[in-house]
């Protein structure tokens, strides 16, 4: 595929009617066969062995040029690393590669009709069966890219005699599977979400993330990599650069209000990048901080948000002025409310950062 290939392909996607995200999948593919998708991987999974500047720096590109990325960014960024951590070597060698190369997608089954930050309370379940599988039962709702996935990383309750949160289990479910259905729902923002119902859905003992009963440790650890603030804070540092772009145009002068509000959210970016940095390097050195990660998350949610609302409040129509780029803000207003709830609501987010805090000053007398 040449360059032109990509360019056409991406028009495409920015052409859809509906306003909702388009199938990114055969531009991922392209990533993959030029080795760029993974770069942080070791080689042997697929990757480049670089560390995480280089995601950073893909992210950042990524957006730049206007390649839809929460695909990319679940199925390696969240679901690929934590196989990656905690998977069987089977695992890793069947699925990161496919992973790396854009040939398989996943997605996340976590949340449902009635927990969403409370996710140790989940009641989709999964029964051993004869044959050293399992029996999943349950649903899911408010899931991005199931409708482009491949597999799905799902929690369910696998004993209810343990506390609540010793009695959960991870499972990577083929969306193929008889039993799986997933359902579009309607979404103000262009990400499509779907509920997803789990009958009787049959996997075999590959499916198992981890060890039964430790689905908890894995999910803070895949916080951590989730968490990181990566994808707020490239995609709101490209909404600033298209604002700034539009203050400025045809040799127009900012007044003195927008050059500071300008300046507010660059240094706000600047800091959320810092922050976002330090939990990445967590993770690659192995020591992830699901409370600093917490807090980089919601400095970068909260900063994209307020830029978000803040470059229409300045831009003003036309919104979708299809020769130019207010498409991109037009949808990031759209979907600014579910930034400061996806990933972690805001509030939990606060709640994890003072506790740890507070922690802190427990074990050091406050000094
Ligand atoms: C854009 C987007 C993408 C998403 N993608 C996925 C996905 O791919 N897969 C998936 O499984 N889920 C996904 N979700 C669901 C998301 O994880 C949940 O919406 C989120 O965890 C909040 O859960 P809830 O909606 O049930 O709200 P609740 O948990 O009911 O929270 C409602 C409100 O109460 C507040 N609250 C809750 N608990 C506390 C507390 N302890 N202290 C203070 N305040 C509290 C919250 O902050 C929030 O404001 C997505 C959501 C959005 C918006």
Known sequence: MTSADTARLLERLRAREDGMDGDVREVYRHLGRAGVLAPSWPEEHGGRGGDFTETMVLLEELVRHGVPQSLY???VQIVGSLIM?????EQKRELLPRLASGELAACILFTEPEHGSDLASVT?????DQGGGWVLDGRKTYNLK??????ALCVVRTDDELNR???LTLFLVPLDAPGVTVRPMAALAGEQFHDVTLDQVRVGPEALLGAPGAGWSLITRMFAAERSGLDYYARARHWLDLTAERLTDAGREPDSTELADLARHRAR???GRLLTCRAMQQLQEDRPDIARASMSKWHCSETAQAISWWSLEVIGVPLLDPGRDEGVL???YREAPGMTISGGASEVLLDIVTGARLLEDVETGGN
């Open 330 to 332: 037009e949808a990031a």
């Open 146 to 151: 199931t409708g482009y996935a491949d597999l």
């Open 165 to 167: 949160y010793e009695g």
């Open 124 to 128: 989709a379940r999964a029964e051993p």
């Open 85 to 89: 951590q905690s998977g069987s070597e």
């Open 73 to 75: 960014y679940i199925s």
């Open 269 to 271: 970016l600047d800091a």
